[in-house]
C-alpha cells in the first residue's frame, strides 16, 4: 500500500522540522551542540566542506553542508535556520547574534560606498542611527519617504539625490516602529525593478519584527529579505537576544559568508532557547493578539487618550487600510496611543502601571510599556521625530498573553493617574 503524504504547516513542524534524533542518540529534543569545532571524516571531507562553506564551487546534487566550525555552522544554528525558513516560505535563513547585526550584515553586504539606500520612516532607533550615523560615514547616502506617499512621489525623492541609478537597496520597516504606519511592500518591489539593471538589482527589505513570523510574509509580497528582531516574538520570553535573516538560498548564502567573517552568528545556546521558544510561536502570537484587540478598543474610547494607533482600527475607507488587507493576516499585538497632555502626563501613566513592565523590548509573554521619544527613539533626530509623529504623549504597548480584564484593570488604574 502506497504510503501517503501530507504538507503539514509550520506549527506542527516545529518540534521536529531538520533534526534527526537517530544522530543524537535517539534524544527527542535537538541536544546543545557546545563546541567549538567538528571532526572531519577523511581531508577529503574537510577540503569539500571548505569548498562549499567559502563559495569555491557550487554545492552537489545531494551534497549536505558539512560542519567545519561553529563560527561558520552548527546543528543549533542550522536546525533554526531550517524552521524559521517555513514561516516565510523562504529558501534559507541566516540567524544571528542580535536583530540590529542581521541588519546591519545585510546592508553591509548588499550597499557599497557611492550607493544610496532608499528607506521609509519611522524606523527603529538603533536602525536609523546605523543608516545616518554609520553608513553615512563609509559613503552610502540615504534618502527617505513617509508612509502614504505614492510611487511617483516616491520615485521624485530618488531623482532628486542625483544618485537614482546608484540606488542599491530599499529598506523598509513595516508596520513602522512604534506608529504602525504601514508600507506597500509590493509598491517598494515596484520601485526596485524600475531601478535595476542587468549589472545590479536593487534589493527590498523589510524589518519583519513587529508582526512577527507569523502575522505578515514579505517575500510572498516581493520582498528580498525577511529581517526580524528574534528578541522579540521568535524568541518571546525577554530571555536572549537574536536576530534572523530569511530569502533565497543566493542572497542568504552572501549574507552567511559575511557572517562568517564578521563574527556576528548565534552562539549554540542561542540557537537552543529559540528552537525551545519556535514551539509556542504560533499559539503565544494568537492569545497576544487577542488581547491587544480588547485593550485597542478600551483605549479607543477612554476620555483620557487622543488617538490609539492600531492596524484594527485602521479607516476602511483609507488607502492603509487596503494595504493592511493585501499584507496582514492579523491587526498583531502592537499598539501606540497618544495620552492627553505631554511627557508629564505620559510618565505618569508609565509611573503608576502595577502588572504591566515599564521596559522597552516587545514581543515577549509580559505585557510591557514604553515612551519612544526618550527612550527606544531618543537618538533619532528631535525634528524629525516630531514630524513622523513620535510626540511626547505617544506610549508604546506591546501586549503579552496575560488575562484581559487584569491587563484593563492596570491600565484604567494608571489612566486615573494622568
Not at 74 to 85: A, K, M, T, W
Not at 291 to 319: R, T, W
Not at 376 to 387: K, L, M
Request: proline share 5%; net charge negative; aromatic share 8%.
Amino acid at each position: 500500500m502506497k504510503q501517503s503524504r501530507h504538507n503539514f504547516r509550520p506549527e506542527s513542524l516545529m518540534m521536529s522540522y531538520g533534526y534527526k534524533p537517530e544522530l543524537s542518540e535517539g534524544a527527542i529534543k535537538c541536544p546543545i551542540f557546545q563546541t567549538s569545532t567538528f571532526v572531519f571524516k577523511s581531508a577529503e571531507a574537510g577540503k569539500a566542506f571548505f569548498e562549499i562553506a567559502y563559495g569555491l564551487r557550487p554545492r552537489a546534487e545531494g551534497e549536505e553542508e558539512g560542519l567545519i566550525y561553529s563560527r561558520i555552522n552548527n546543528p543549533d544554528l542550522e536546525i533554526l535556520e531550517d524552521r524559521l525558513s517555513l514561516w516565510d516560505e523562504a529558501e534559507d535563513c541566516a540567524v544571528f547574534e542580535s536583530g540590529m547585526s542581521a541588519i546591519t550584515t545585510t546592508l553591509l553586504e548588499f550597499l557599497s560606498p557611492g550607493d544610496l539606500l532608499l528607506h521609509s520612516t519611522p524606523l527603529y532607533g538603533g536602525t536609523d542611527h546605523f543608516i545616518r550615523h554609520f553608513l553615512a560615514k563609509i559613503g552610502v547616502q540615504a534618502v527617505s519617504f513617509k508612509p502614504g506617499m505614492e510611487q511617483s512621489e516616491i520615485e521624485a525623492q530618488i531623482e532628486k539625490t542625483g544618485l537614482a541609478h546608484k540606488l542599491g537597496m530599499i529598506f523598509i520597516e513595516t508596520p513602522a516602529n512604534p506608529t504602525n504606519a504601514l508600507i506597500d511592500i509590493e509598491l517598494c518591489h515596484r520601485i526596485a525593478q524600475k531601478y535595476s539593471t542587468s549589472q545590479k538589482k536593487v534589493m527590498v527589505a523589510v524589518d519583519n519584527t513587529y508582526m512577527g513570523p507569523l502575522w505578515q510574509h514579505p517575500l510572498k509580497h516581493g520582498a528580498d529579505f525577511s529581517l526580524y528582531s528574534a528578541t522579540k516574538y521568535i524568541g518571546g520570553h525577554s530571555d536572549v537576544i537574536a536576530g534572523a535573516c530569511c530569502g533565497s538560498k543566493e542572497n542568504i548564502a552572501r549574507v552567511k559568508m559575511l557572517r562568517t567573517f564578521l563574527g556576528n552568528m548565534a552562539g549554540p545556546w542561542t540557537g537552543w532557547l529559540l528552537l525551545r521558544s519556535l514551539e509556542t510561536l504560533k499559539v503565544r502570537m494568537e492569545q497576544q493578539a487577542k488581547n491587544a484587540e480588547i485593550i485597542a478598543h478600551y483605549l479607543n474610547s477612554h476620555p483620557k487618550v487622543e488617538k490609539v494607533y492600531y492596524l484594527g482600527l485602521i479607516p476602511k475607507d483609507s488607502p492603509a487600510y487596503v494595504i493592511y488587507r493585501k499584507q496582514y493576516l492579523s491587526p498583531g499585538a502592537m499598539l501606540s496611543f497618544d495620552v492627553q497632555g505631554g511627557e508629564a502626563e505620559a510618565f505618569r501613566f508609565l509611573n503608576a502601571l502595577q502588572l504591566i513592565k515599564l521596559a522597552v523590548s516587545l514581543g515577549s509573554t509580559e505585557s510591557l510599556a514604553e515612551h519612544p521619544a526618550t527612550m527606544t527613539h531618543a537618538g533619532v533626530d528631535p525634528a524629525h521625530r516630531q514630524e513622523i509623529g513620535i510626540t511626547s504623549k505617544l506610549i508604546r504597548l506591546s501586549v503579552g498573553v496575560e488575562n484581559s480584564e487584569d491587563l484593563i484593570w492596570d491600565i484604567e488604574q494608571a489612566l486615573a493617574k494622568v
